[in-house]
């Protein structure tokens, strides 16, 4: 099993549509978690950290399930902008690095 | 507040040159990794530190090398360029383990 794995996509969706990834982690220990967006040959951005309470930040809504191994991201009211590709990071313990996810690409057409 | 900066942005290599990317933080961070990004292959790990004189291999280490004799810069040398290595390369890092890290711009390379 991958250590961290997401859905490829595309996701296509319409201007103002609610969609949402979730990206399965295979390491118990893992410790924090991370989505990072990364637009088209540019660097991976920091989009937000997610707690076990879950959190969210305006339209984004992060969420982990320690039971089940997978943590997901809820975007709500998608705009054009938010185009990209989305990026699950995961750090385990034991572990100096973080793993990545090959990214979710969402595609937000008018 | 520069972040993370990677010099060169572009290069282009022939096969059997060497040379260094550059990279360096002014954030204090602990943590300094590289990473090659290839088409449908996500990140792969290349070297990181943890601390200033501390490296250690990563998921790619073949072909390249690595010191970190300051806590800001983080040097990634190419011994010997082949065209497998022509990639995007990405510097990042972060203040401790469990901490968001950070990317920057990018070094596109090809390798002829």
Not at chain 1, 9 to 18: C, K, L, R, Y
Not at chain 1, 43 to 48: A, F, H, R, V
Not at chain 1, 67 to 84: E, V
Not at chain 2, 93 to 107: A, C, I, L, N
Request: net charge positive; proline share 5%; aromatic share 12%.
């Amino acid at each position: 099993r991958k250590e961290v794995e997401q859905d490829p996509g595309p996701f296509n969706v319409p201007e103002g549509a609610t969609v949402a990834f979730n990206c399965t982690y295979s390491n118990s220990a893992s410790q924090s978690f991370f989505w990072y967006r990364q637009d088209c040959r540019k660097e991976p951005k920091l989009l937000m950290s997610v707690y076990s309470s879950g959190n969210e930040d305006g339209r984004f809504t992060a969420q982990l399930n320690r039971a089940s191994q997978y943590i997901s991201l809820l975007i709500r009211d998608s705009k054009l902008s938010d185009s990209a590709t989305y990026l699950c990071v995961v750090n385990s313990a034991g572990y100096s690095t973080l793993t990545f996810g090959k990214g979710t690409m969402l595609l937000v057409s008018p | 507040n520069a972040g993370v900066t990677q010099t060169p942005k572009f290069q282009v290599l022939k096969t059997g040159q060497s040379m260094t990317l550059q990279c360096a933080q002014d954030m204090n961070h602990e943590y300094m990794s590289w990473y090659r990004q290839d088409p449908g292959m996500g990140l792969r790990l290349i070297h990181y530190s943890v601390g200033a004189g501390i490296t250690d291999q990563g998921e790619v280490p073949n072909g390249y090398n690595v010191s970190r004799s300051t806590t800001e810069d983080f040097p990634l040398r190419l011994l010997s360029a082949a065209p497998s290595q022509t990639s995007v390369y990405f510097c990042a890092s972060r203040r401790g383990k469990t901490y968001e890290q950070y990317f920057g711009p990018g070094t596109r390379l090809t390798v002829t």
